[in-house]
């Protein structure tokens, strides 16, 4: 079954982004409405995620060429509403928030970019998962959704500083459902500076998401804000 999101043009779909007040989510939002995409931004509290979209919205205008559309309500909603849904809650509430979501969610493409992360004295390390990776995580729980991984290696403080106008680096995708897959490499491409990389099926999650460990060491070591470009590409 071909999805909504998958058969029609990238830059026509309403971007949903669960978790859309913390700082990957946000960045996410205000990049993409910066380039005209409609966004959908989601928290478990509506007025909050309604307040983070007006700021968002906002920011996004001071840079875009133009008309600007976010939104905020509750990840309910949001779910329902969007054509394509961006995951970008804590790794903690993963699975519990999805889980109350696969009804809104059936039929539509689902982007994860949850990374699961811990610290400790050493530093950033990977969390175990039982599924495997979030990702695959999320395509248990959501059946009836094309499920793909994306947008893990962004760093949010660069996404959200639109003095930068364009990001440096590529968006590794990965997916089982090659249309699913496809839309999410376009949507990556609308972000100047950025491409999407097909990197390989779901089962092949688990080393993507690990990697943000190996940039966030990267970049404290460095004091930078490091991603990942593809190169022979």
Known sequence: MTTAAESRPVEDLVVGVLGGTGPQGRGLAVRLAAVGQRVLLGSRDAD???????????????????EVSVQ??????????????????PYAGHAATLAELARPLAGKVVVDCVVPMGFDELGAY????????????AAALLPDSDVVGAFHHLSARLLEDLSQPTI???????????AATDTVQALAGRLPGMRG???????????????????VSVNRRYKAHAGIRVTDV
């Open 48 to 66: 909050r995620a309604r307040e983070v979209a007006e700021e968002v919205a906002t920011r996004a205008a001071t840079v875009s060429g133009g």
């Open 72 to 89: 905020g309500g509750s990840n309910l909603d949001v779910a329902g509403a969007a054509d394509l849904v961006v995951v970008a809650v």
């Open 126 to 137: 990977v969390l175990d998962v039982e599924e495997g990776s979030v990702t695959q995580q």
């Open 168 to 178: 440096d680096g590529d968006v590794m995708v990965v997916g089982d459902v090659r």
């Open 197 to 215: 990389i097909y990197a390989g099926r779901l089962r092949n999650a688990r080393q993507v998401e690990a990697l943000t460990i190996n940039l």
